[in-house]
């Protein structure tokens, strides 16, 4: 009993560090469904309708059919669907929550971090989506072609630095 109390104590301190990262959310998924939050966060989340509208206000049709019922294998499978599409869209799976991290409340951080990295993906990968942003826009590879004399030079270099360090 100590020890859950423990770590829900954690979770909690965790949740009030990220109130800001939260907000954001909040506030991006507010203006991409146009619906506004109900209750906590993780009781306007845990269905997973939200989620789902969210999906498809970033990219239409991706969720083809959202449950609205209350019955909590439905919610489960919405959150599921909302899982699976953000992955198609590149979301990292080590940046996605699991079902049970919002549907019990066990991990809301992560939900929060979820969302954000969402943000991130969609700013790079979803051309078509001219909506509001969220998140840090991911970085382009930035590949790099040397020439031969160059590969030369450089290697002459390294020796030259190698002798130095060794007089």
Same mark, same amino acid.
């Given at each position: 009993?100590? +020890?859950?109390?423990?770590?829900?104590?954690?979770?909690?301190?965790?949740?009030? /560090?990220?109130?800001?990262?939260?907000?954001?959310?909040?506030?991006? $998924?507010?203006?991409?469904?146009?619906?506004?939050?109900? *209750?906590?966060? @993780?009781?306007?989340?845990?269905?997973?309708?939200?989620?789902?509208?969210? !999906?498809?206000?970033?990219?239409?049709?991706?969720?083809?059919?959202?449950?609205?019922?209350?019955?909590?294998?439905?919610?489960?499978?919405?959150?599921? +669907?909302? $899982?699976?599409?953000?992955?198609? +869209?590149?979301?990292? @799976?080590? @940046?996605?929550? &699991?079902?049970? @991290?919002?549907?019990?409340?066990? &991990? $809301?951080?992560?939900?929060?971090?979820?969302?954000?990295? !969402? *943000?991130?993906?969609?700013?790079?990968?979803?051309?078509?989506?001219?909506?509001?942003? !969220?998140?840090?826009?991911?970085?382009?590879?930035?590949?790099?072609?040397?020439? /031969? &004399?160059?590969?030369? /030079?450089?290697?002459?270099?390294?020796?030259? $630095?190698?002798?130095?360090?060794?007089?």
């Amino acid at each position: 009993m100590a +020890l859950e109390a423990s770590v829900k104590q954690a979770m909690a301190a965790k949740l009030e /560090e990220m109130k800001p990262q939260m907000e954001e959310a909040v506030a991006w $998924i507010e203006a991409v469904t146009g619906e506004g939050m109900e *209750g906590t966060f @993780d009781e306007w989340l845990r269905s997973g309708v939200i989620l789902c509208k969210l !999906l498809n206000g970033i990219v239409p049709g991706t969720v083809k059919k959202i449950a609205t019922s209350s019955m909590p294998f439905k919610q489960m499978e919405n959150i599921s +669907l909302f $899982i699976r599409g953000i992955k198609k +869209l590149g979301v990292h @799976d080590s @940046d996605c929550f &699991d079902t049970n @991290d919002l549907f019990k409340g066990q &991990d $809301i951080g992560k939900v929060v971090q979820c969302v954000h990295s !969402l *943000g991130s993906v969609v700013q790079k990968r979803c051309k078509d989506y001219a909506g509001p942003q !969220l998140g840090v826009k991911l970085a382009d590879a930035n590949k790099r072609e040397f020439t /031969e &004399d160059q590969l030369k /030079e450089a290697r002459a270099a390294k020796k030259a $630095i190698k002798a130095e360090k060794k007089a």
